[in-house]
């Protein structure tokens, strides 16, 4: 899915930032890190589309649940 390509490329981009800050030579391309020994590709679990879809479930559960119990005002 797109969204899922999106959230790859986020990945790979922070993870690169991350290298880098900690002082690791580290260059992106595409949805691969190359590093000095070798590369290391950013799967696409790693994009965090089951968490996305978790938390948007759990979200619309708490959301319901508060207003099943919520007394209304007159």
């Known amino acids: 899915s797109r969204l899922g390509l999106r959230l790859q490329a986020v990945a790979t981009a922070c993870s690169t930032f991350l290298l880098q ?4 030579p580290a260059i ?12 290391i590709e950013v799967a696409a679990a ?7 879809m ?3 479930a759990l979200g619309a ?14």
Do not use: K
């Open 21 to 24: 800050t900690v002082g690791v």
């Open 28 to 39: 992106a391309t595409g949805n691969t890190i190359y590093l000095t020994a070798q590369p």
């Open 46 to 52: 790693c994009s965090g589309l089951s968490m996305l």
């Open 54 to 56: 978790t938390f948007a």
């Open 61 to 74: 559960a708490v959301a319901l649940s508060q207003l099943v119990t919520q007394p209304t005002s007159i």
